[in-house]
């Protein structure tokens, strides 16, 4: 009953290679986001997704490539892998209310983290 | 743009103590939220605590409660009674609203908690 749920949690592979990160969440939630924590653990967004829309990409090299089939995944493809790849991602989930406004809609809710070594 | 400051990249506190963490944050609007999240060494990003900018109360979640200072953009955390438990990084982090550039987290660097039995 994991709420935001990423596979897999752990990825070791080689330079030049092509990756996938799944990301899947039951909350029901439409809005879906892409962090990547660096080695000195600072986390920065990457992409947010709304109802299979793109809303944020933010900067990111085009070998990273997210893919929404439906609000409740949001995958993320790697191509071309380089060493500065290494990282943690982790995947988060909020819900999005017009006003905005109420404690219940306003967190975000993150998976496990993956963390991809690249060799 | 929106920056978050956290100037303490390390902290200790006795078991039982209380320990504050400092954040400061720089913007130019009016409507946003304020976060608190722990991730410990099981690297599982955990919200401690929220403020929505609007509410002149701090918040507070048992042993957890902040001191907002709008005027000042000071968003600190207290942790009272401390656990070992406790021990994690403690990130601060500022959003917009949802219906502002889809709610992004901007994260300060951290505040890596230690506690000492």
């Known amino acids: 009953d994991t709420a935001v749920s990423q596979t897999p949690k752990y990825l070791v592979t080689q330079m030049g290679n092509d990756k996938s990160i799944k990301c899947e969440q039951n909350?029901?939630?439409?809005?879906m986001y892409w962090y990547k924590q660096d080695s000195k653990k600072f986390l920065k967004i990457m992409f947010s997704?709304?109802?299979?829309?793109?809303?944020i990409n933010e900067t990111v090299p085009n070998r990273f490539s997210p893919k929404s089939p439906d609000k409740a995944h949001l995958n993320l493809h790697i191509n071309s892998l380089e060493l500065g790849d290494s990282a943690v991602y982790f995947c988060?989930?909020?819900?999005?209310?017009?006003?905005?406004?109420?404690?219940?809609?306003?967190?975000?809710?993150f998976g496990q983290g993956t963390r991809l070594t690249v060799v | 743009a929106q920056t978050v400051t956290q100037s303490q990249p390390e902290m200790s506190v006795q078991e039982a103590e209380t320990v504050t963490l400092s954040c400061t944050y720089d913007?130019?609007?009016?409507?946003?939220?304020l976060f608190w999240y722990k991730q410990p060494p099981s690297r599982q990003m955990i919200l401690v605590i929220r403020?929505?900018?609007?509410?002149?109360q701090n918040a507070t979640e048992n042993r957890f409660s902040v001191n907002f200072q709008k005027a000042a953009k000071s968003f600190s955390l207290k942790i009272s009674d401390s656990q070992l438990g406790d021990a994690a990084m403690y990130f601060c982090?500022?959003?917009?609203?949802?219906?502002?550039?889809?709610?992004?987290?901007?994260f300060g660097q951290g505040t890596e908690l230690s506690v000492k039995p």
């Open positions: 403020q929505e900018a609007y509410k002149q």
């Open positions: 909350l029901g939630h439409d809005t």
């Open positions: 997704y709304n109802n299979k829309e793109l809303i």
């Open positions: 982090a500022y959003r917009r609203p949802l219906y502002n550039q889809g709610g992004k987290l901007i």
């Open positions: 913007t130019s609007e009016s409507d946003y939220y």
């Open positions: 988060a989930s909020s819900l999005k209310d017009p006003r905005d406004r109420g404690g219940r809609n306003t967190e975000a809710f």
